[in-house]
């Protein structure tokens, strides 16, 4: 029986041991062993920003002279405070939650390739379109802040962004692509 | 067994011979069920409505002013382009980076790619509409202006027992552009794309 391979990019289905789609002609090697270096790098680098990008403020208000700044947990607790609930969870969702489950995702995910385990192998495939649908959306708070930011500079009260915001943006752009080095074809690759 | 006539489960990977569909029928994995693909007819000419409506409503987000607000007397108001320029100002040149790809190189390449490979195939150009399809396929996932249209909103509502928000032209017609993106990557989607290519060169492909 012939072995299939599918492309990642536009959905051809190739005859193995083919390279390169036979269609759209980008790369369509399963290579388990970069796959999985790859995605651990990158999931460690993200995971490291994290950090900075919660504890410094994403964004600063001055007003007066004093600069306050908020982290995004702050900016979520004044939301919270302020009673704009739908939008609390909104940012608590989109900037603290989906990142954290994103990293367990991706290290269940690393973890189950890497020992070769063979159950719930669709459950998994599934997991992995999810976060790759659902991370960019992390990056509404670097957008919120590029809006109030550019809008609000007036005398009595300006709005800057904070040292965070770029911890932040490259640690949301690190679980993209780290998610994207997860080849979700390798997930069930030496089962059957 | 040709190639053109496989089509491989994107969730358990397991490979189905293609079928002929009707119009709006689609076709199931008999492994796990997930969707393999849709009939979708000529799609470009929807496409290609898309595109060029979504070059024009992305021209004028482009142009003309997003947000105008009113603070104690005193009046601001941003573009998009200006938005993504503070940042820089402000010395956030790695964010203003990330925000300029993915806010406007990656949506305008999403929509040109769109028209082009739609015009090609309505004119019969085999390479263009490929080349066009493989920047798109590589683009799209980049593109994303519906995540800042929620941004938008979500600032509003920070400010908005603050200050009177006026939204500009340029909102109005990102919400067109939010809607044309959404119509082309998950309404009609690229493997529907790649699989309308295929069909019209079957016999002419190398």
Redesign the interface.
């Known amino acids: 029986m012939t072995k299939w391979i599918r492309c990642r990019h536009c959905g051809a289905a190739n005859r193995a041991p083919r390279t390169i789609c036979r269609r759209c002609g980008l790369d369509i090697e399963i290579d388990p062993k970069g796959s999985l270096f790859k995605a651990t790098l990158l999931l460690c680098a993200a995971i490291i920003f994290y950090i900075p990008a919660n504890l410094y403020p994403v964004l600063q208000s001055a007003s007066f002279g004093s600069v306050k700044g908020s982290t995004i947990l702050e900016g979520v607790v004044e939301l919270w405070k302020m009673g704009d609930y739908p939008v609390a969870i909104i940012i608590f969702v989109a900037s603290i939650l989906v990142p954290l489950l994103k990293f367990a995702i991706l290290a269940y995910l690393i973890l189950s390739i890497f020992l070769g385990r063979c159950h719930k192998i669709e459950e998994k495939v599934r997991l992995y379109y999810l976060i790759e649908i659902t991370g960019p959306w992390s990056l509404i708070d670097i957008f919120v802040v590029l809006v109030l930011a550019a809008l609000v500079h007036f005398n009595s009260i300006s709005i800057i962004a904070g040292p965070g915001a770029t911890s932040f943006g490259i640690m949301v752009f690190l679980t993209i692509i780290a998610a994207h080095a997860v080849d979700e074809r390798i997930l069930g690759v030496t089962c059957e | 067994?040709d190639?053109?006539r496989?089509?491989?489960c994107?969730?358990?990977?397991t490979?189905h011979l293609r079928e002929p569909l009707e119009r709006g029928e689609e076709a199931h994995c008999s492994r796990?069920g997930?969707t393999l693909y849709r009939e979708r007819g000529a799609l470009e000419q929807w496409v290609f409505i898309a595109g060029v409506v979504g070059l024009i409503l992305f021209g004028v987000t482009l142009l003309f002013p997003?947000?105008t607000?009113l603070?104690?007397g005193?009046r601001?108001?941003?573009t998009l382009v200006?938005?993504?320029f503070?940042?820089y100002e402000?010395g956030?040149l790695?964010?203003a980076l990330?925000?300029l790809m993915?806010?406007i190189i990656y949506p305008s390449l999403l929509l040109a790619t769109a028209f082009l490979y739609a015009l090609a195939l309505l004119l019969g150009g085999k390479r263009v509409s490929?080349w066009a399809?493989?920047l798109f396929?590589?683009s799209y996932?980049w593109s994303?202006v519906d995540?800042?249209l929620?941004?938008?909103l979500?600032?509003m509502?920070?400010?908005f027992?603050y200050?009177s928000i006026h939204f500009g032209m340029a909102f109005w017609a990102l919400l067109g552009v939010v809607a044309t993106q959404i119509f082309l990557v998950y309404g009609v989607g690229?493997?529907a794309m790649?699989?309308r290519w295929?069909e019209l060169y079957y016999d002419k492909v190398d």
Not at chain 2, 10 to 13: E, G
């Open positions: 067994m190639p053109r496989v089509v491989i994107p969730i358990c990977q490979p796990c997930a997003l947000i607000i603070l104690g005193n601001s108001e941003i200006e938005g993504i503070s940042l402000q956030f790695l964010v990330l925000a993915v806010l490929r399809l493989v396929t590589l996932r994303m995540i800042f929620v941004a938008v979500v600032a509502i920070k400010i027992e200050a690229v493997e790649w699989d295929e």
